[in-house]
């Protein structure tokens, strides 16, 4: 009798934030994850910094601009924290359906934000909490940055899943380290693909889904790349000049799921298109996209490449505790 593999259901979110509302992401979160659980899926993936949304300010104006018009404390407000009544309203969710979440969002802690993903088991346990490891050019205005230890792929029920988020894609050496620890599921997050379009192709849909696709092809493994709407409402807060209205457009969700060979396994739809796209996944078929090629194993030549990964966690503060200090007696007579 041969091994059974994994087979179970997984959904992608396509769908506009609560944007700048901490409370009302939050509540749409959970009806996602309830609707994404009533139609018998296993795992649910959000996109990137899905609450309270993406801050696309940083894209549209100066740093002063984004402080006059209110849009860095308002972010910083609406920012998750774990251990708060918000997180907890989600993994609550997660249990009650019995789903696996995976959620990106916009983590506070202390006075830093990080872009994090928070994958959370069917029990409502945490079983990974990770930061991007650089935030992508004008993001390190919001956002610190993660560091080796959030590198990692995990053990679950329904196999070995790894996150990534948005460009970290296009990092080699990052999909390397996930490739060599046998990630079978990844989850790539998406903002949404329609800034600056046009004129700037490398942010464009075309470019960012082949991005997707390739790492599906390369690391042998199924990639869940959950992507976010823009609403017209969102527009229209973020842009107060013709000139801004000419950077963003409505639209550019284009989330999707990709098997071990590229193959598309979701639905078309429109980049406006709100809602959850789903796919079933056969962990069974990654042996035969690996036989092929495994770029972390027989397909790999480490006489001649390898790769250098530290996995400690960065402290900023190392407490330490100072040895007590030893006293010698002196030679000889003690003189009065």
Same mark, same amino acid.
Request: hydrophobic share 40%; with cysteine.
């Given at each position: ?21 901490? +409370? ?18 296993q ?6 910094t ?9 894209w ?23 251990r ?46 990770r ?38 894609h296009?990092q ?5 380290a996930?490739?060599?620890?046998n ?22 849909p ?7 696709r390739?790492?599906?092809?390369e ?19 973020l842009?107060d ?10 639209g550019g ?40 090629? +495994?770029?972390a194993g027989?397909?790999s030549?480490? +006489?001649?490449?390898?790769l ?29």
């Amino acid at each position: 009798m041969g091994i059974r593999h994994p087979k179970f259901k997984a959904a992608v979110v396509q769908a506009g934030p609560a944007f700048l509302d901490l +409370d009302g992401g939050v509540e749409l979160a959970v009806s996602l994850i309830a609707e994404a659980a009533a139609e018998g899926a296993q795992l649910i993936a959000f996109p990137e910094t899905w609450i309270p949304g993406y801050p696309w300010h940083t894209w549209l104006g100066s740093p002063a601009w984004a402080i006059e018009k209110g849009f860095v404390q308002r972010y910083f407000d609406n920012a998750l924290q774990h251990r708060s009544a918000q997180a907890d309203r989600i993994s609550g969710a997660a249990a009650e359906h019995n789903i696996m979440v995976s959620l990106g969002f916009a983590e506070r802690d202390g006075g830093t934000l990080y872009i994090a993903q928070w994958l959370i088991g069917p029990d409502g346990q945490s079983i990974s909490r990770r930061r991007k490891l650089k935030p992508t050019h004008v993001e390190r205005t919001v956002f610190g940055e993660g560091d080796g230890s959030d590198l990692s792929v995990h053990d679950t029920a329904l196999g070995r899943i790894g996150s990534l988020c948005c460009w970290e894609h296009l990092q080699p050496l990052s999909k390397y380290a996930m490739y060599a620890q046998n990630e079978q599921i990844h989850i790539g997050a998406w903002p949404s693909f329609s800034l600056y379009q046009p004129f700037a192709n490398a942010l464009s849909p075309e470019v960012n889904i082949a991005v997707s696709r390739v790492y599906a092809v390369e690391g042998q493994c199924f990639f869940l790349a959950p992507c976010a709407t823009i609403s017209n409402a969102m527009i229209e807060t973020l842009c107060d000049t013709p000139e801004k209205h000419g950077l963003i457009r409505a639209g550019g969700g284009h989330a999707a799921i990709y098997g071990p060979d590229g193959s598309l396994l979701t639905p078309t739809v429109a980049d406006t298109y709100e809602g959850l796209l789903y796919a079933e996944l056969d962990l069974g078929v990654i042996s035969i996209a690996k036989s092929a090629a +495994d770029p972390a194993g027989h397909y790999s030549r480490p +006489d001649v490449t390898r790769l250098l990964l530290n996995r400690t966690p960065s402290k900023r503060v190392q407490n330490m505790v100072l040895p007590l200090e030893t006293v010698t007696e002196p030679e000889g007579p003690v003189q009065p």
